[in-house]
C-alpha cells in the first residue's frame, strides 16, 4: 500500500549537518542518529517495513502495546519504557491555524466535531503525537497534518548544509542541533507547548471581552451556552495539561535512574537534557497556571454578573416600595373624601378641592424629598 506524500520523513542529524534521507536506510549510520518522522496512517500502513527497519538499525522492534498507543487517537499524555527505548505520548497543544496544507492525492483529515464557543477554543486541536527514544534513533507519529513536524524539520535543515548527493539541506546556520534523540524529542515537545502559550493572549482577550458583557447591568444578551461550551473545554485542557505534566515528571524521573556517562561530553549532554526536561515541565506548569487562571476568572464574572443582576432587582424594588409609600397617604386622602357621607369637612366649602389638593402635594413632595434624601430613590453607582 502506497503511503501519502511527505507522510514519512526521514532525517540524518549529526554534528556536521543535518539530511533528509529519500527513504529509509539500510544501516545506523556511523555518526549522529536518525529521526524516523511519520503520520498515524503511514504508520500504520507500513509498519511491518518500519519494525523491520527498527529491527535492522536498533536491534529490535517496539512491542505490540506501544505500536497499539502510537496508532491510538484517543490516548492522553504518558511515559512508558522497556529496557531499550522510552515511549512518551504527548497530546499537542496548537491551534488549527497554522496546520500543513493537505499533499496533492492525500487522504483529507477528518473535521473536528463543531461546538459553541469562543473561536479560539474552537481551533485548539489535541491530537497525540508518539515518541520513540532509542539510544541512536527516535521514531515519532504525528497526524497528518502536523505543522509542529514539519516547522521543526524545517528549522534543521536550515540549520547546515549537507554533503552533496545525500539529500535536501540548506545552508543557513540555525540554532544548535539536538545532540541526541532524546534532546530532539523535547524540543519538537516543547515547541508544541510553546503553540498554547501563544494563544494565551487571544483566549484572555475572548474571556475578558465575556466578562465585560456579563457585567453589564442593562445588557439582555448572553450566550450562557457559548460560556458553558467555553468552561467545559477549559476543564478539558486542564485535564490535558496535568496528563502531560504528569508524563513529562516520569521522564524527568527515568532521567535520573541513567547511568552516569564516563566522558565530559557525555555528562554534559545529560545534564542538558535535565534542563531541556525541567524547562519542558516548567512550560507546561505555565499553561496549567494560566489555564485555571482562566477557569477562575470565567466562574468569577458569572458570580459577578449575578450579583450585578441582584443589585439591580433591589434597586428596581427599593424605588418601586418608595413610590408606593408616597401614593400611600394620597390614597387615604382620597379614600377619606370619597366617604359616603353628608357632613365631612372641607366638602361644602368653595375652596375645599384646592385645600385637599395642596395637602396632598406638599404631602408627595415631602415624601419624595425624604426619601431622595436617604438614597432610596437613587440608583447604585455604575448602572
Not at 10 to 36: C, D, K, N, R, T
Not at 350 to 362: E, L, P, R
Amino acid at each position: 500500500m502506497t503511503s501519502e506524500p511527505g507522510a514519512l520523513r526521514i532525517f540524518h542529524i549529526h554534528s556536521g549537518g543535518v539530511q533528509e534521507l529519500a527513504g529509509l536506510p539500510a544501516q545506523m549510520p556511523a555518526q549522529g542518529f536518525v529521526w524516523m518522522a511519520c503520520a498515524r496512517p503511514a504508520f500504520q500502513a507500513r509498519l511491518a517495513e518500519i519494525q523491520a527497519s527498527l529491527q535492522t538499525l536498533a536491534g529490535l522492534q517496539l512491542v505490540d502495546l506501544h505500536v497499539s498507543d502510537l496508532l491510538n487517537t484517543q490516548l492522553p499524555s504518558h511515559y512508558d519504557y522497556t529496557s531499550q527505548y522510552d515511549l512518551l505520548v504527548f497530546r499537542r497543544l496548537a491551534t488549527q491555524n497554522g496546520a500543513a496544507p493537505q499533499e496533492p492525492g492525500a487522504t483529507p483529515a477528518p473535521s473536528p466535531l463543531k461546538r459553541s464557543g469562543p473561536p479560539v477554543l474552537r481551533r485548539i486541536d489535541t491530537s497525540p503525537v508518539g515518541f520513540a527514544v532509542f539510544d541512536q534513533l527516535l521514531l515519532t507519529v504525528h497526524p497528518t497534518d502536523c505543522a509542529v513536524r514539519d516547522a521543526y524539520a524545517a528549522r534543521l535543515l536550515a540549520d547546515a548544509p549537507a554533503p552533496a548527493g545525500e539529500g535536501r539541506s540548506s545552508a543557513v546556520p540555525g540554532a544548535r542541533r539536538p545532540a541526541s534523540p532524546a534532546d530532539l524529542m523535547l524540543r519538537v515537545a516543547n515547541l508544541m507547548v510553546d503553540g498554547y502559550l501563544d494563544l494565551r493572549r487571544e483566549l484572555t482577550r475572548q474571556l475578558d471581552h465575556w466578562q465585560t458583557e456579563l457585567l453589564k447591568p442593562r445588557s439582555r444578551y448572553v450566550n450562557w451556552n457559548s460560556l458553558l461550551e467555553a468552561r467545559l473545554s477549559l476543564h478539558q485542557l486542564d485535564d490535558i495539561c496535568e496528563d502531560q505534566r504528569t508524563a513529562v515528571q516520569n521522564w524527568t524521573d527515568a532521567l535520573e535512574t541513567w547511568a552516569v556517562p564516563d566522558s565530559s561530553a557525555g555528562q554534559r549532554d545529560l545534564d542538558l537534557l535535565k534542563v531541556r526536561s525541567r524547562d519542558l515541565l516548567e512550560h507546561i506548569e505555565r499553561v496549567v497556571h494560566h489555564v485555571r487562571r482562566l477557569e477562575q476568572s470565567s466562574e468569577t464574572a458569572v458570580q459577578m454578573h449575578f450579583s450585578v443582576q441582584s443589585n439591580r432587582t433591589n434597586d428596581i424594588m427599593r424605588t418601586l416600595t418608595a413610590l408606593t409609600a408616597v401614593f400611600l397617604p394620597l390614597n387615604l386622602i382620597a379614600g377619606i373624601f370619597g366617604m359616603n357621607f353628608e357632613f365631612i369637612p372641607l366638602v361644602h366649602k368653595a375652596d375645599g378641592f384646592w385645600w385637599a389638593m395642596g395637602s396632598m402635594v406638599f404631602i408627595a413632595v415631602a415624601l419624595v424629598a425624604l426619601f431622595w434624601r436617604k438614597r432610596y430613590l437613587a440608583r447604585t453607582s455604575g448602572q
